[in-house]
T-cell receptor
Framework: DAGVIQSPRHEVTEMGQEVTLRCKPI?????LFWYRQTMMRGLELLIY????????DSGMPEDRFSAKMPNASFSTLKIQPSEPRDSAVYFC???????????FGQGTRLTVV | AQKVTQAQTEISVVEKEDVTLDCVYE???????LFWYKQPPSGELVFLIR??????QNEISGRYSWNFQKSTSSFNFTITASQVVDSAVYFC???????????FGKGTRLSVIA
């Protein structure tokens, strides 16, 4: 398996624009997570899915953030409108079952100017 | 609530020295899982180890070893004979049974100098 695949790897956008981050989890993994990494806050969970269903989105910072998982092999994280404080590295991760290790994608470095 | 503390923000050692990265966790559950991840300068997060709360045996994998002590709620990571390639940020993480997401510490940045 190729591992968790995220795209794009880098994104630079202007404030106010819509940004969509994409993730393909490892095949057969039932759980998918979106994390955000910043210097100030470290790695923080934004949302996670089990069998394509959102389970906990309490980490989503504002209504500007939304995430979907239309099928087992694809998820998106959308920010609309984007703001400079959204600049961070966004990681997608997946895992097989509840208490196993999570495998991370390479991340998307988002810069909002 | 679950919490992971990595008190060492940055550590710098000379190549071939041994180094221990500390991890202290808080949980109310009796069943939980602990993890270590490595984030090299390239940025990806690499899984290193997973331990469950019922297995307190120390583990060794090459130059890496882990010391799990429930009495002190610690899960420390030692690198023996460090190498420049060990330079990275290391994260300790915790998940409780029935609470799926991993909660991460703030990480320890290790610099190994040649």
């Amino acid at each position: 398996d190729a591992g968790v695949i995220q795209s794009p790897r880098h994104e630079v956008t202007e404030m106010g624009q819509e940004v969509t981050l994409r993730c393909k989890p490892i095949s057969g993994h039932d759980y998918l997570f979106w994390y955000r990494q910043t210097m100030m806050r470290g790695l923080e969970l934004l949302i996670y899915f089990n069998n394509n269903v959102p389970i906990d989105d309490s980490g989503m910072p504002e209504d500007r953030f939304s995430a979907k998982m239309p099928n087992a092999s694809f998820s998106t994280l959308k920010i609309q409108p984007s703001e400079p404080r959204d600049s961070a590295v966004y990681f997608c991760a997946s895992k097989w079952e509840e208490n196993t290790e999570a495998f991370f994608g390479q991340g998307t470095r988002l810069t909002v100017v | 609530a679950q919490k992971v503390t990595q008190a060492q923000t940055e550590i710098s050692v000379v190549e071939k020295e041994d180094v221990t990265l500390d991890c202290v966790y808080e949980t109310r559950d009796t069943t939980y899982y602990l993890f270590w991840y490595k984030q090299p300068p390239s940025g990806e997060l690499v899984f290193l180890i997973r331990r469950n709360s019922f297995d307190e045996q120390n583990e060794i994998s090459g130059r890496y070893s882990w010391n799990f002590q429930k009495s002190t709620s610690s899960f420390n990571f030692t690198i023996t004979a460090s190498q420049v390639v060990d330079s990275a940020v290391y994260f300790c993480a915790l998940s409780e049974k029935g609470n799926t997401p991993l909660v991460f510490g703030k990480g320890t940045r290790l610099s190994v100098i040649a």
